[in-house]
């Protein structure tokens, strides 16, 4: 079993930088994908981005490519977003999987961390 603690959501006006954390506990392996996703109100959850702790590779969505990155260390993974828009308001979620690679749905599910981001 994983538990998975985020932190670091807010409020931003659109153009700033947030930085969120998650906290990984329990059986941690390097066989492992972890990442971000978000649900904004009236929408599907969807992939934000992932990585892979064993070979490090990273996935990201086509919005958040070049704005966002994610990292890694130890137990932990980040996810610093840049260049914060209003459409990147929603509820981000930390998502974990024991798995060879991310391409697979995650497991485990943090509590989620509000982001919003005003005009």
Same mark, same amino acid.
């Given at each position: 079993?994983?538990? #998975?603690?985020?932190?670091?959501?807010?409020?931003?006006?659109? *153009?700033?930088?947030?930085?969120?954390?998650?906290?990984?506990?329990?059986?941690? =392996?390097?066989?492992?994908? &972890?990442?971000?996703?978000?649900?904004?109100?009236?929408?599907?959850?969807?992939?934000?981005?992932?990585?892979?702790? *064993?070979?490090g590779?990273?996935?990201?969505?086509?919005?958040?490519? *070049?704005r966002?990155?994610?990292?890694?260390?130890?137990?932990?993974?980040?996810?610093? &977003?840049?260049? #914060?828009?209003?459409?990147?308001?929603? &509820?981000?979620y930390?998502?974990?999987?024991?798995?060879?690679?991310?391409?697979?749905?995650?497991?485990?599910?943090?509590?989620?961390?509000?982001? =919003?981001?005003?005009?």
């Amino acid at each position: 079993q994983v538990q #998975l603690v985020e932190s670091g959501g807010g409020s931003v006006q659109a *153009g700033g930088s947030l930085r969120l954390s998650c906290s990984a506990f329990g059986y941690i =392996t390097s066989s492992m994908c &972890m990442g971000w996703f978000r649900q904004a109100p009236g929408k599907e959850r969807e992939k934000v981005a992932r990585i892979h702790r *064993g070979s490090g590779n990273t996935d990201y969505a086509d919005s958040v490519k *070049g704005r966002f990155t994610i990292s890694q260390d130890n137990a932990k993974v980040f996810l610093q &977003m840049n260049s #914060l828009k209003p459409e990147d308001t929603a &509820m981000y979620y930390c998502a974990a999987t024991y798995a060879r690679n991310c391409e697979v749905a995650p497991r485990f599910w943090g509590q989620g961390t509000q982001v =919003t981001v005003s005009s």
